[in-house]
Each structure stands twice: as C-alpha cells, then as structure tokens.
C-alpha cells in the first residue's frame, strides 16, 4: 500500500517538475536584436519606400514574422520578403504612402523558435511637397478627441479635451477657441485658456523621441437632457516661427434624463439645504429677502430649484432677484455653492390723484419652502441603484402690515408735467391767432401802416422764444431707454430701494421712458402697458 502511495506520489512530482520547466522556457525565451534600414523619413505622397531588417546568425527558414498593423494612410504593396543575406536573414516590405500625414510604423514581432525580436517603432511623414519637410506647418499633426464618456446627466461636467499626435516638440504654444452654439443644450462655463492643461505622453521611435500631448483648455455644462452635438474647436499650434490653424469638428454625445419622480430637482450629488429669511413682516414699502441655498459636491448647473410658493399668491407676490453660483470643477461635478435670492412683497395699496384706495387684506400668510431632493453621487452612474436623498424645508408664517404707499417721486409728478405742456400749448395758439389773424386781415384791406405790421411780427417773434423757454423750463424732454442684458427678468420696484417689495418684472431689450431718477435708481415708465416703476441704473441702457 505505501509502495503504490509513494509510486502516484513520485509521478506528480515529476508532472510538476515538468510543467514547470515548460513554463520556464517559454518566460526565459530569448530575444533577439536586428537592424532596420530605412532611406529617409520624410516621403511625398503616392511615393513607394523599401523597409528593410536586418538579422544576424539566423536562417530565413526559422523566422515566423508576425502580421504587422500599418497606419491607415500605409499602404503593403510587397512583403513581407524574407531572403537570405550574408550573415542571417533579410525582411523586405515595399509601402506606398497614400495620404499626407505624420505616422509611426508600429513595433511588431518576429520569432525564431523560443527567440522572439520587437521590431523598433518609425516615424515618418508624408507631405505633397518637399518645400519643409517634416515640420508641422507642411505636414499637420493629427489632432482627435478623447472626450472620456459618451453619456453625461444634465449639470455633469463635460471636459473639451483633444489629443494632438505625433509631434517633434511637446512644447508648442497651443491655443483653442470655442463657437458657443445658441441650441441652449451646453454652455462653456470656463474662460479662454483658464484651464490650459496639458499631459505630454512620449513614444520612443528609431529617429529619437515622438510625443502625443492631451489638451484641455474648457469646460461646458449640459442644462438639459437630449442627444446633441459639442461646439466646434478652432486650434492654433505654433513653434515660434511657424503656425498652423484647425478646426476639430463637434463631437455626438448623449445628455441622459434622470427617473422622474413628484417635484423633480434633477441634482446628483451630495447636498446640504438651509434657508434665511431677512424678517417677518411685509408690507408695501417693505419687501422680505429669502435666500435659499446649498452646498456641497454636485450637478449645480442642472438642478431646478424648488420655488417659494404662498398662499396668497393674488396678495403676495414671490420674485427672483438674483441666481448666485459659486462653484469650481471637482472630478466629473462641481464643489462650491448656489444661492437663490427672492424677493416677497405685499402687492400695492396706493394713494391716488383725488383720494386713496384701500383693500382687506389677511393679518397672516404663509410662505411654503419646499423640500429639496438629491440622488447619491455614489449610485447615479447605475439607474437602477439610485438612492434618493431629502433635506426638509419650511413653512414661514408672515405677518402683513396694512399701510398706504406713496412714491418720493410720484406718478402726479408727471402728469403735472404733461398739463403744464397742454396749458403753454393753447396759450401759444392763442396768442398765435391774436396777433397774425388781425394782420393778416389789415394787411390785405390795406387798413393798417407798415411800422404796426412790425410791432405785431415782433411781438410775435417774443411770444415763440418765450413759449420755447417755458417748455424748456417746466417741462423735461423724454428719455428713452433700454433694458440692459441679462439672463433672468430685472425687478422693478414700488420704491429707489433694493430691498422694496417688487411692482413688476421686465425682460431684456424692453424698451421704457425715463421719467425720473433718485441716487442709483430710474423711475420708468413701460412703453407697452405703461406701468411705472424704480429701476436700478446699472440695468439701463440709454438712447
């Protein structure tokens, strides 16, 4: 028994000497050098080169050449050829280049027996002239994407980053301009060269060093979801004394849409929320400041913010005062903040020309802060692992304080203007008809003598430059204006105060009547409906 034991037991042993000692031979395989032997680097296009290599102490009969892959624009007319040679072997290729372009001849394997030889990798060029061979502004390096993903979620970091290959110097000036396309799907959120990052990758060939350089110069943001087309980059590359200019078409990509679910905020990431409110009372002269933020690491340029809503809405009107981002790129999302200002005033009770009005309103209101929900940065890539996240918001009790508002500058102001223009207007007519009507008559009876007929122009020529000088004095010419740029409605408000409870919204490009000013505020007038208002300056632009 022990006999047969110790006889399996000496057989596996030998087994795995033996596979061992395979193994081994096939690691310790030996590799073997030889020579390549080309006539030049730089070729003109459609013109045919030999490709030779050289190897030593070896017979044609035990080479194996493995099937190398050539770039696109190398074409194999022959090869490979393998003949004897003086002291070993001789490989033959014949190419043909068939399109411009800078290209590396790829390392490929030959064998003999357990030896095995890598070929050294050759950079070439192909131009359709020989005026510079070799330098980029003859023969353009091929310049490519290398955008990581093709799928992003709306407010997801999509980085512009290109790849320019094949170069002799890594450290060419490299500049990028980007065409903001007005599809509204993604927007560059990064100025011209903010990022300007470049990562050199180095490829040893047989003529030195050939080096690739990954560029990232912007950034953009998608906003919504949908399938859609990254803007055009136009690159420049220059070495100092030569330039070359490109321009890298948009590539597809895909914005994916997010579960939908009651009150959707479309965030990702990881969220702190909190509130402030600046008091608790409203009324006409005296709006409420909400300011509703949050903070942490996320999609910030995708979400929709819950909204403020009342209860009230015909008494108590809720704007948007100011949509404040302060976040930096980290990783594929953004870390910082986003703050929303809102604006809560009292819809107005005013004073009139010849009495005042006064409606009920309710003592109390309230102002419901929703809540705000997030999925987990660490699950959104799986759709179907998506953890949600919930922050609480608020209900806020108001309390509203009945007064009457009238406007340091108000609206009577101006009608007063407008009457005292009506009034000098008949006057002047009036005048008009008394002094020319008269001497129009005599004149033609032949009743009246030439020095009355001068006193009565004369007095007439009194009366017009008076008339003018009045205008001027009393009454101001109207100035125009226009609504200044911007990316959300302006508030207009019942009084020069920031703070003020919000009248009405304007959009950009409106156009209004300036009918007053007090420190850095316009009273406006709108051209459409004619509703007046105060206006910050800096947010008109005058005709």
Known sequence: MDRKYNRKTRTWKRLVIFVFLFVCSYI??????????IEKTSFQINEEFKFTILIPEISPSK??????????????????????????????????????????????????GRSIMHTTPVFITVASTFQIHGSFD???PAIRWDIPEEKYYPGEIIPLRFVIENIENPDLIIESEVSQRTEGYVKKISRKSEKNERTVITKKVMTGEIYDVLF???????????????????????????????????????????????KDTGALGSYSYKYEISDNKISDLQAVILKQKITGTGNFYGITMPMPYSSNPEIVNISLIKDKYDVAPDSKLFKGS??????????????GMFGSSKEEYPKNITV?????????????????????ERSQGAVIFLTIEENLYKSPLSDNQTDKEKKIREILLKIFKIILLISIVPAFFFLIKKKIKKPIIILIIAITLIVIILFFILTKTFVKEPVYGIIGDSAYPLNIYVIPEESAAVKFTVEKGENVEIIGEKEQFYLIETSGNGSKG??????????
């Open 28 to 37: 310790s395989a030996e590799e073997f050098t030889g020579q390549i032997i």
């Open 338 to 351: 986003r703050e929303l200002i809102y604006s809560i005033g009292k819809t107005r009770t005013e004073i």
């Open 216 to 262: 990232h110069d912007h950034i953009f943001v998608s906003f919504k979801a949908g399938n859609i087309t990254l803007p055009n980059v136009e690159i420049f590359l220059s070495d100092g004394d030569m330039g070359y200019r490109a321009i890298l078409k948009g590539v597809p990509i895909i914005i994916s849409s997010l579960p939908k679910y009651e």
């Open 138 to 140: 003859q023969v353009p």
């Open 534 to 543: 105060w206006i910050k300056k800096e947010n008109i632009i005058l005709e």
């Open 63 to 112: 080479l194996i050449v493995e099937e190398p892959i050539f770039p696109d624009g190398i074409e194999t007319i022959k090869g490979p050829s393998i003949r004897p040679g003086r002291n070993g072997s001789i490989i033959d290729y014949i190419f043909k280049a068939n399109k411009t372009g800078r290209y590396i001849i790829n390392s490929f394997e030959i064998k003999s």
């Open 368 to 388: 419901t802060i929703p809540d705000f929900t997030w999925y987990t940065e660490n699950s959104f890539r799986t759709l179907s692992g998506m953890e949600l």
